[in-house]
């Protein structure tokens, strides 16, 4: 029997529908949908196995058309949301079974006054439109369920026609489709968002600023809602703020990068030579109408959890931390061993920063959230991973806080990052000092080599077994 995974108990009576995923970030698309269904409040079942032979297709129950509608408000890694009609080898298959659907299933959208049109999508194979016409002709001809005028550009209803050719990576490319599948369409996803808050288009970036998809996959699996009270303790640009206030949270932010938040750091965009005045986290938000849910951002170190006062609570912590690559992982030196460094007379004293190891920086991050976090708020964090190294037992852990879900992005063949999302279960009792109330990390993923060692040896083995497969490939083409 097909894996099936339901989110909540069924109670009310369930309808299938067929969701088609974008085709990217494969490891976070389900957790996606599951994160916006609890979020949402509604039961659900959702097929899995279909994913699993590279189709972007995956069959669903859910309540109601309202319930799907709300989930594809939110999801921006689903392209398209269909009832699911039918499902079938062949067109043939498929026009046979459409026409045998109980009749207060198809009526309300087939009947003579209901302008309607057919679209026929492939995955992994390209039709030219004769044979998208012909599949179309095969399921309206006599006999055909659909009795109103065809309207192609705004019709009442819409059909589509979607067809999944499986590719083996190893053969030729398939000539029969694997699966197809039949449905009216209900609502589209939010891919749209991904180029409305595209980098190239905001006004101010860094050199780490999180991509458009990812911030908002982030605020997904943060469940973060209007009102919400949403904190980046390694804020950058802002880019998951901005991602989280479109959602309706109020946000703020620290970092201890004092040039950036200020806007004279080096620009980060190729041509241009200096910052502008007003490249901030606040004209971030301001350029997408968000600017009445700007709280602050603050210069100051994530590590030092004594700036904040005792009550302060945040409903989701959402955050990209250092991983040492392209910003420096710093916090302020201890004050004692602090040397301090004044600059020319009468110029601010900066104090000295110290090397802030990765361990330290999520067990900090973890004893931050388990304090400063509502119960029942959620933790979303990257954790950067030498990937033949990599073993659950890596994970920080806090009493307070439960792994809810652990994706991984591969970003080259032995690194990744793992975007974990944890839930504040139990109240901080405390004292800190208490070791039973701190975070820990069963083995230390980078306690004998540092991320970015192990990232730059990685990257030059890479270079090296490309460079040596180049010469080969070029022998043999000599040869
Ligand atoms: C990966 S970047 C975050 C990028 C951000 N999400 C964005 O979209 O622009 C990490 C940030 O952490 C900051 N940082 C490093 N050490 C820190 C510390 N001890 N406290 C606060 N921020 C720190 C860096 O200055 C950098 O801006």
Redesign the pocket.
């Known amino acids: 029997m097909a894996a099936r995974s339901a989110i909540s108990p069924q109670i009310e009576p369930m309808k299938r529908y067929l969701l088609q995923f974008a085709h990217e970030h494969f490891d976070f698309r389900v957790q996606e949908i599951k994160s916006i269904l609890s979020l949402i409040g509604c039961q659900a079942t959702l097929k899995e196995s279909d994913l699993n032979d590279g189709s972007p297709f995956m069959e669903l129950e859910l309540a109601s058309d309202t319930v799907a509608k709300a989930l594809m408000q939110r999801t921006v890694l689903s392209k398209r949301l269909y009832e699911f009609w039918e499902e079938g080898t062949s067109v043939s298959d498929v026009s046979t079974k459409i026409r045998q659907l109980p009749k207060d299933m198809i009526e309300p959208y087939t009947s003579e006054s209901n302008s309607f049109r057919i679209v026929v999508e492939t995955f992994n194979k390209k039709l030219s439109s004769g044979e998208k016409i012909s599949r179309i002709e095969k399921l309206t001809e006599t006999g055909s369920i659909f009795r109103g005028p065809i309207n192609l550009n705004c019709p009442d209803y819409s059909f589509h026609l979607l067809e999944f050719y499986h590719n083996d990576a190893t053969s030729q490319p398939a000539s029969e489709p694997s699966k197809i599948y039949f449905g009216r369409w209900i609502a589209d996803g939010q891919r749209a968002r991904i180029q409305q808050y595209h980098l190239q288009k905001r006004h101010f970036i ?1 050199n ?3 991509d458009a998809c990812l911030s908002m996959v982030m605020a997904n699996f943060g469940q973060i809602k209007d009102n919400d009270f949403v904190f ?9 703020l901005v991602a989280c206030a479109h959602y309706g949270a109020y946000v703020a932010g ?4 004092f040039l ?1 938040l200020h806007a004279k750091a080096k620009p980060s965009r190729a041509k241009q030579k200096a910052r502008s005045q007003d490249e901030s986290v606040r004209s971030n938000l301001q350029q997408y109408g968000f600017e009445s849910k700007y709280i602050d951002v603050l210069v ?4 030092h959890h004594k700036m904040w006062r005792e009550g302060c609570q945040f409903d989701a912590i959402i955050t ?3 991983y040492g690559i392209r ?5 302020i030196a201890n004050v004692q061993d602090a040397k301090v460094i004044t600059l020319e007379e009468g110029a601010q004293r900066y104090p000295q920063k110290a090397q ?1 190891q990765l361990g330290d920086i999520f067990k900090d991050l973890l004893n931050f959230a388990a304090k400063y976090l509502n119960k029942g708020g959620r933790l979303v964090y990257w954790l950067p991973i030498y990937k033949p190294d990599y073993q659950e037992s890596n994970i920080p852990q806090h009493p307070c806080l439960e792994v809810e879900s652990n994706c991984e992005q591969p970003l080259s063949t032995t690194i990744s990052r793992r975007l974990i999302t944890m839930v504040k279960i139990r109240e901080f009792e405390g004292p800190e000092s208490d070791r039973e109330q701190k975070a820990s990390i069963a083995v230390d993923h980078y306690q004998c080599e540092t991320f970015r060692q192990k990232y730059f040896r990685a990257t030059e083995t890479e270079t090296q077994e490309k460079k040596e497969s180049d010469t080969l490939s070029s022998g043999k083409n000599h040869s």
């Open positions: 860094a780490t600023s999180m980046d303790p390694f804020v950058g640009s802002g880019s998951l620290t970092d201890i990068d950036l100051a170190d994530a590590s990209d931390p250092p910003e420096s992982a710093a916090k802030y």
